[in-house]
């Protein structure tokens, strides 16, 4: 599976940005998607992941309920990653994975940088 993540960038505290994630090699739909996020000096940690198939099922870190939301489009093999009201800890590398089984995520993303300026 090759997955491109994409959409990072610079934002003022308060806005918002959309990541997407396009999967390859692979077929799409059998694959949970989820996105994590390390910030300078700390460990990679989870931010949102939604189930595969129809995705039906979505979950989020504490720290971005209310403010992020994860989708996927399966017609074009992209999951998305949409964060509003945007905080400076928001700041780190995000990365997207896919799992073929459950939320065992096998497959990693390059990253893209999200710097939220306060």
């Known amino acids: 599976v090759q997955l491109q993540a994409s959409g990072g960038g610079l934002v003022q505290a308060g806005g918002s940005l959309r990541l997407s994630c396009v999967a390859s090699g692979t077929i799409f739909t059998a694959n949970s998607m989820g996105w994590y996020r390390q910030a300078p000096g700390k460990e990679r940690e989870f931010v949102a992941r939604?189930?595969?198939?129809?995705?039906?099922?979505?979950d989020y870190a504490d720290s971005v309920k209310g403010r992020f939301s994860i989708s996927r489009d399966n017609s074009q093999n992209t999951v998305y990653l949409q964060m509003n009201s945007l905080k400076p800890e928001d700041t780190a590398v995000y990365y997207c994975?896919?799992?073929?089984?459950?939320?065992?995520?096998?497959?990693w993303g390059q990253g893209t940088q999200v710097t939220v300026s306060s």
């Open positions: 994975a896919a799992a073929r089984s459950g939320f065992r995520w096998d497959s």
């Open positions: 939604v189930s595969d198939g129809g995705g039906r099922r979505k």
